[in-house]
């Protein structure tokens, strides 16, 4: 099994997208909750620190799965390593 | 069924299982006719109980099968959209549909961190693990471990983890089990257990993984309809808003920050009343530190003297020209209440002492880490405490979420990596209708009762209180303090499980949306408590035995030993859970930080890291079991650390986030371990990409089916 170049591309992009996606991630729960007295003196939709906790990072941790599946199937068969027809 | 297309498969599923919901909604009405003829509520109760294990019962039996590929993985064809309610139900247990909400009541914004936990984690599933466990195929998460880090041990201590974290876990979702059933029903604890632990292995014991999947979806449409139709209802009742998630922090969140703010005042009429219960808390209080100083100092003599004022006070009251016949009786009932013994003595004055917490303000909802301190130097200090040890519960549950055994395999039953990817995110969308509905509905219920409990008059308390304050004193306990006649908050304590289980009720929906709730609890518990057995069963039958043990062994066999084990294990869990051990919440977080510890280094580096080797998962997983499992030892009261518990914690860390040290120390010893030792052969590197690319030419195949 000989890994070629493009195969080679796709792992790197495949790594870039998932720890950009996961920056993301521990900005919406770690830095959101460490800043979350301060972010309730804002009020949008109730305190924000509060509403980002109850629900907004609930809908980002959704969007952020949502766009990982439908980036890496497209990448897959860009890069011609998605998997045949199943039947 | 083998001739059957992938995508005939998938529209014959939807088919089935939109007849399904159907003729569940139907049942519901059905029944609903039964308590509009007058049948009474505890027949109500029991219909829903068995009607619904019949029918996983039934969905179990018709998936039975004697295929190993379909007994461990569901025959790997289930479609993600599937896939994902199943996880959502298996995810989900009892303490998420019965105790979150009611968490989140009790504790406002730092309850959020369960919320943020069970949901943030599957970003790391679905980024890090889900689609090279499944290119990677096979049946237990022991066998990628066994086979990416070769020889036996990595495999054996991954068998040890996994039989340790999912054992801790199922143990709180059978007693979540045994406590709903006992609820419903009337039986007893230990005899809702095992009638349970029957309504479990039906599921699982002739169809293994694929009747396990089959139920798992099923119980997950009777819980998120059991769950929402009360909320909705209460939503609408309350702000004329049929959608909680909106009217909750639009409408109800700033009503009750504003009562919250008046209970506080005491200039004003409310927050006046409050502080009178409040005073006579304190005063309790601190007449049962004084009796307690008594007692330390004079001991038998002390408590005799006491008995002597009581029986004092009722001669002179019975002396008395106009003898009070009230006062009399209250009198003498103190006397005959006091305490017998120096030690039951102690006890009840260290009761009263505690009653000073419900002389404390009202906490805000919204308010992030809000603690107390003498000195702002000292509130600045538990705060920060608070604000670590709940961004470490957070990471603990998420890493612990990304590394359940029992969660991650089932991803080994997905058709393909493409759709691997899609079923974590339906599986993440399943779960996240669950718990973002939490928070609101806990919002909803503090508005009820914050703006209609407090301040209705004890002569006509509403419907839900006196039920339930009747039915279990734990849930809802009320009393007139301070003798007006009128509620205040201070005089009502709830108990967590009281918000799911009550919302029908408060909702003002017949006891049929009650019994509904029942069964979605029911649902819930199950359906994790069969992933987990599941789990258990096949660390020991495919792992332990026929990879380590018998390779030799016949389908039949290997069949026959998963299937006994399996009733093994539950039998024991069930015989664990009777006895009631320790706290539930406790049990879930040890399976998490356990779980977190001790897979999730060795599987992201085997993924990741092609250096990671046989040395570096054996010393990684040790390391970072042995870690958590030793900072709990010694900081969780349970195992007898007495009065060191507390000294005995790193940077302030409670017992429960044990992971925060796991975690590091698992990594650093698959680091270590790797590069002290030779890299992995060619063999194995291969593995590497084989699980990295989703197809690739030439590839070695490791389906082992």
Redesign the interface.
Known sequence: ???TEK?KK??NI?LKI?SA??VL?FV???VM??Y??EL?AIEI???L???M???G???I??A???Y??YF??NL?KEYG????E?? | MAEVTQSQFTSNLKRYYSFYTGGFVAFVILVGILEQMGVPNKILGYIFLFATIMLYAGIGFMSKTADVGEYYVAGRRVPALFNGMATGADWMSAASFIGMAGTLYLSGYDGLAFVLGWTGGYCLVAILLAPYLRKFGQFTIPDFLGARFGGHLPRFIGVVAAIVCSFTYVIAQIYGVGLITSRFTGLEFQVGVFVGLAGILVCSFLGGMKAVTWTQVAQYIILIVAYMIPVVWLSVKHTGNPIPQISAYTSALPKVTALEKEFNDKTSPKGAKEESVRAIFRERSAAGTAKLAGLEKDGPAFLAAEKQKLTDKVAALKAEATPDAKAIEAAEKSVKDFPADAAAAKKAWTAEKGVAARAAPVKAHAEAFAVGGKTPEEIEKNRSKAKKNFLALIMCLMIGTAALPHILMRYYTTPSVHEARVSVFWGLFFIFLLYFTAPALAILAKYEVYSNLVGSSFASLPAWVSNWSTVDKTLMNIADINKDGIVQLAEVVIGGDLIVLATPEIAGLPYVISGLVAAGGLAAALSTADGLLLTIANAMSHDLYYKMIDPNASTVRRLAVSKGLLLVVALCAAYVTSLKPGDILFLVGAAFSLAASGFFPALVCGVFWKRANYLGAVLGMSAGLGICAYYMFITYPFFGCGANCVANQWWDIAPISAGTFGIPAGFIGIIIGSLISAAPNKEIQDLVDHVRYPNLEGDIDTKGV
């Open positions: 099994m000989q890994l195969h796709y792992w495949n998932s996606l996961l991630w919406s729960t770690f909750g460490w979350a007295r309730n939709i109730g305190p620190g509060f509403y906790s109850a629900q990072s609930l809908i941790y959704v952020i799965i949502a990982y599946a890496m199937n897959d390593v998605h998997e045949g199943l039947d």
